[in-house]
């Protein structure tokens, strides 16, 4: 009997028949988060929050709209934000949501150590049952970022287990979570938001071949793909591609050599990238759209600014590139010539050399290193492209030019890449540039009155008509590309307007995935 | 019967009395000398919107701050406690995030590990048995191209063919994507094992193939075969007549002996094919510097190959009598 047993559960298992009957919509777009699905360690940065819902969100053109908050404004000392909240929301276990709940979100999310980064939260309070005010320590405008990212929690059941089971007022609600292989998860009948075209939607984690394999033989219908497969979609699939401020620049060094050094010992400075001229010479040199099709297969768009086509994007700022005639003559009103007649340019016996640093491990950055460098050569400027670890990059960093990628839905990132404050700090100011004029418009963009008005100061730090951190202005960077980020998605799924994706390929997409529809029968 | 096995078990108690320590210094001396900042891996992608202060209370909340000795002190600590720590990448303790992952890598390793034995024994004794032969030769070859064949190549190639050329086995997964665990077939959990196991068993099949083969001529060439042979028994009745325990022993000391490697290939293969087990997790720890997560997994590793290397001990003195002497 006992030997039966493993030939009976044989045949009991091939007999079953699936119980699956409801075609789900299958993605395979990673963006799994290792740490579960808790918004107080930093689930819900970009796309959709899945469980939770936020106080405000962003639509597809990334301007602010309601959520739970139905009414928000900015007190008159810009210090305390004040929110209305519906009073239809309900969690997925159906209880309803009201502003104590939002208070614990906050107030824990600021001290628990996560992926939120709440600091400059002095205090969350709350007023009513359907009102709250969330105190600051400081002026900050782009503290409205995290009312459009941290989803609520309930204030009565969250604890330790809350990231692997969670409860929220969002438009799903989890069925199953095999780590590192699928999450599964079905509308939330208690959800505010409307209808959702789909009974059951699954995301599909392992590598980007893996997603591949399933989209040709048809079982999933959006999949996330390099610019190599970009044009290759399989049978009953489109090729999809979203623009994105995913973008690729070079940041110079703005000081001139004195010795000085970072605190870890790294040297400061380079003479030849902190003149002006060269850097001006440099965004007049580039030809960013052969560097588009020779380092993106053409999946991409020039990148004449940090944040291409964002409210808070001043297109002012930006000169003209592909125009090496006239960088020459910026190089030789500032007195590079080439002398010994070897093509590269000097200015009082020094030469116009530095070194083009990029993450060996990266191939994309290495052809524009690589572009970019043979692009300098014809005006008599020789950067040396240089591979190597993240760790060697930092050495040489803050005295060599580097290629980084930026691209945050979120203005504190050009605060961050371009205010003196933040000389050295991490990877945001490589290059030291402080510009007391483009310091003052930054933190007076922080300190706006609302997100419109700050959208002015922001387009002013980058040119203001005398001055800027733009091309224009200071040059404190040359921007090369923006990424495209590719999907093969089904042909029968309409997923309606798209946002400009930030910096960070596959899951962005699903930021209205509660609005997606079936086409097809 | 059991006369050697207690010396032999209180022996190793005591090797692994003094090995644990050992390997735990240098293991997590090792780790904090690698040059991550598990800050910076925890932050990945979204350094701009984490800033400076809230990089040093990330790394005060999860004691990032402290410097290595007093790191490696506190996490000695909790283990003295039975607490494994909290591992930062999976924001979970780590026993927790060890046992969710533990039975899918059993599963295949363990699959692997019967598969391989009994294919590349029965494969070791043919060639064995069919010595200077067709057989023999085509065995050799096959386990010399396997020998030299990188892991990682192999399960591409199987892929290619199978997966993505004809179509039989999927690609990836444990199960079939769209669908729940309770909704998945035991058949269909299988068919999705096959790709891994199969390159998981093939990797290590090599070396066994042809020590049972080498092990078996031995015996083969021995007066005692002679002595059967002369009476009229062939060699493949030899081979898996007597001849069995002859080679059968030396096979199942060096396969039980080998099973940390099966361990390491289980990381590539999971790798490979999306399997949701330990091998996932060790990549993300060592990427993330997660010093808690890689100790345990390192810790766990151990006590595996340690278990594997006691119980080939066990079988080749069970299978051989010979060796119930030596310690």
New interface residues.
Partial sequence: MIRSLPAL??A???A?????DA??L?L?IGGEP???F?PI??WG?YGSPLFQSTLLRYDAKLELIGDLATNWELSEDRLVWRLSLRDDAVFSDGRPLTAEDVVFTYNTAR?????A?L?VLREARAIDATTVELALTEPRITFA?RLATLGIVPAGSYGAEY??HPVGSGPFRM??W?????L?VEPNPHWHGGEIAFE?V?F????E??GQ??A??G??DLVAVPPSMADRAPPGMEDLHVDSVDNRGLAFPMLPSTGRTTDAGAAIGNDVTADRAIRVAVNQALDRDALVALALDGHGRPAMGPADGLPWDNPEAAIPGNDPAAAMDTLDAAGWTDEDGDGIREKDGLRAAFQLLYPASDSTRQALALGASEQLRGIGIDARPTGG?W?EIGALMHSQVVVLG?G?H?P??IY?LHHGN?SG????NTGHYANPAVDAHLEAAEAASGVDASLARWKAAAWDGETGFGPRGDAAWAWMVNLEHSYWVSECLDLGALQVHP??HGFPITHDLASWRWTCE | MTGWLVPLLAGRLVRLAWLLPVAAVGLFALISLA?IDPV?A??G???????????A??A???GLDLPAPERFASWLGQLLRGDLGQSI????PVAQVIA??LPASLALIGTAFVASFVLGALLGLVAGATRGQWPDRLIRTVAVVLAASPGFWVAILL?SVF??GL?WLP???????????S??????RWHHMVLPVVTLSVVGIAPLVLHTRQSLIAFLDSPAAGHLAAHGASPLRLAFGPGLRHAVGVALTLHLAGAGELFGGSVLAE???????LG??TV?AATGADEPLLMGIGLATLIFVFAGNLLADIAARLADPRLRGQA
């Fill in positions: 559960a044989l009991l298992s091939l079953v028949p699936s119980q699956a075609r789900a299958v395979a290792d740490g579960g808790d360690m930093g940065h001290t628990a150590g996560g992926l980064d600091r970022a990231a692997r069925v199953e095999r780590e590192g292989e699928q599964v059951r699954s599909v984690f392992g590598s071949e893996a394999a399933l040709r033989t079982a999933a670890s760790d930026w945050a979120d504190s990132e961050f933040y700090v991490d990877y945001y910096h960070g | 040059p910076q925890y932050v992608g979204r350094t701009s919107q984490i800033g400076p202060e809230q990089r209370a990330i005060a909340v999860w990448s999976y924001n979970a969710a992952r892929v997966a993505v179509g690609s990836c997964c444990a199960m079939p994507p769209g669908r729940l665990a909704e998945v077939t035991l058949a269909e790798a490979v094919f999306a399997w949701p087990g996932q997790a993300r």
